[in-house]
């Protein structure tokens, strides 16, 4: 199993300019999330997914869309980028949670907004 | 909602044992988690605490008082391999973890 894989791992992107970040799990997990996490911070929280069909807002949603067609896969919409949205993003998954509680995480995509 | 309070950084010398405290606020709660970070890499997970008391798995343990909102992960006989930082995460009513800040352990020679 390849795990949670992620594409891009480094981007830089203009101001006002969008792009999505691709994030796919073989694991047949039923939750999905995406957590960004700027340097010498933990990890907050975006969006997540209970499964195919259902998302729904973290911590910090502004400026960012998710969409969940497959079980798969869960891609991160940046739109009209900023400043601010500078940061590493991870993509994880998990089973149903509480009952099976680790978190998979990919490799992470280093944004840099400039 | 959620929150939760860790040291921002340990040191300790190798072969040493190591101690990272985590306090919590939620609404509910399943259970505490932790995983480990080296640098530029992905978190990974650690260990998980529904239940009061000890989980040992090989040189971590990590520990949970539900009474008191409070765990810790204990490391032994510590190795340069790990440093690294660590977080705690809660799940709580929503059943979505929330992490902590994180605790750099830097491991001395």
């Known amino acids: 199993n390849a795990g949670v894989t992620q594409t891009p791992k480094f981007r830089i992107l203009k101001i006002g300019q969008s792009m999505t970040l691709q994030c796919t799990q073989d694991m047949n997990h039923n939750y999905m999330y995406w957590y960004r996490q700027d340097p010498g911070m933990g990890l907050k929280l975006i969006y997540y997914s209970v499964g195919a069909g259902i998302t729904d807002k973290g911590e910090v949603p502004n400026g960012y869309n998710v969409s969940r067609s497959t079980t798969e896969d869960f891609p991160l919409r940046l739109e009209l980028a900023a400043p601010s949205q500078t940061s590493v993003y991870f993509c994880a998954s998990s089973y149903s949670v509480p009952l099976n509680y680790e978190q998979y995480f990919g490799p992470g995509t280093r944004l840099t907004v400039t | 909602g959620q929150s939760l309070e860790q040291p921002s950084e340990v040191t300790a010398v190798e072969g040493a044992i190591v101690q990272i405290n985590c306090t919590y606020q939620?609404?509910?709660?399943?259970?505490l988690s932790w995983y480990q970070q080296h640098d530029g890499g992905a978190p990974t997970f650690l260990s998980y605490n529904a239940l009061d008391g000890l989980e040992e798995t090989g040189r971590f343990s990590s520990f949970l008082s539900r009474s008191d909102s409070y765990g810790y992960l204990l490391l032994q006989e510590l190795q340069m391999k790990d440093s690294a930082s660590y977080f705690c995460a809660v799940t709580g009513g929503s059943y979505i973890p929330t992490f902590g800040r994180g605790t750099s352990l830097i491991v001395h020679p």
């Open positions: 939620t609404s509910g709660f399943y259970g």
